[in-house]
């Protein structure tokens, strides 16, 4: 089974398995017993929130590691919350006492708690991630390989795909051929839903496949739809500059985006300040009506 975690807050010190690559996000792969586990670490968080939210959009299921209450805890909280994700609180007893009356109101109350991460690896290993209807594949990365043309790395977030599948790329509306298929650095014929792939494509360019691409079904958006304001954010709405979806970061001017984002089952989006500054940067949400 495949499952995708992303590992919020100090990593130093867990065993997340085989290093498997870095942008702003940390990769790692784990095979614990028959699972094989995707797990996404927010490198470049706090000072760039978008790898936070690639990380936490990627993932279908969050462990967050608590050592201290700071403003970084509750932006993490808040993104949790605000994506709807399931998820695990690792922490000493008495930091966690000090949290629990933060996640009030909030989907993380029905969080699990781990005192170790012993505890953690059982909450996953007996956790049993979302199946899902359709055919999405989110495209996190995308170049050239000499000899090979354009591969991409990406997450099954829906369906499965195969070898040779004809395909349409959004929002660029391409269609594009799978070569091949890669887990784990091995071909396969076919991947399943939350799987983690690495595709060969034909009669596409990486520039085609920017970061958030959905590859099978989606609806193309341009436009933002009326939104929330989040009472905790102090900032100048002047300062929101991006908005966020799936795994998607793109600009905004005039309740409009600089460019088209693709659409697929993640419906919820975030307004963001793309600033470094310390406090929280969600200034918002809403869902998209597609």
């Not at 079904?217 to 954010?233: D, G, M």
């Amino acid at each position: 089974m495949h499952k995708n975690i992303a590992f919020l807050g100090e990593t130093s010190g867990l065993d997340l398995g085989k290093k498997a690559g870095e942008t702003d996000i940390s990769y790692f792969s784990r095979i614990d017993s028959r699972d094989i586990i995707s797990i996404f670490s927010p490198k470049t968080y706090p000072e760039k929130i978008q790898s936070l939210l690639v990380a936490v959009g990627l993932a279908d299921l969050v462990v967050l590691r608590v050592t201290e209450l700071d403003w970084k805890l509750g932006e993490e909280i808040v993104v949790s919350n605000l994506l709807e994700k399931p998820g695990i609180i690792l922490a000493e007893e008495w930091v966690y006492e000090q949290v629990k009356p933060l996640l009030t109101r909030t989907n993380l109350e029905n969080w699990k708690y781990a005192k170790d991460e012993k505890e953690v690896w059982e909450f996953i290993r007996k956790w049993k991630p979302q199946a899902r209807d359709g055919k999405e594949i989110w495209i996190d990365q995308a170049f050239k390989v000499k000899s090979v043309g354009t591969v991409v790395l990406g997450v099954v977030k829906a369906g499965d795909v195969t070898v040779h599948e004809k395909l349409v790329a959004w929002p660029s509306g391409k269609e594009a051929e799978i070569k091949s298929i890669q887990m784990q650095d091995k071909p396969y014929e076919k991947a399943g839903t939350n799987a983690r792939v690495g595709l060969a494509l034909k009669g596409i360019e990486p520039e085609d496949l920017p970061r958030g691409t959905i590859i099978g079904n989606a609806e193309v958006v341009t436009e933002i739809p009326s939104w929330e304001k989040l009472n905790l954010y102090k900032g100048d709405e002047k300062n929101i500059t991006h908005i966020f979806n799936g795994i998607s970061f793109v600009g905004t001017s005039n309740n409009k985006l600089v460019r088209e984002i693709a659409v697929g089952f993640s419906k919820r989006f975030l307004l963001v300040e793309n600033t470094n500054r310390k406090g929280l940067r969600i200034a918002g949400f809403g869902d998209f009506n597609v």
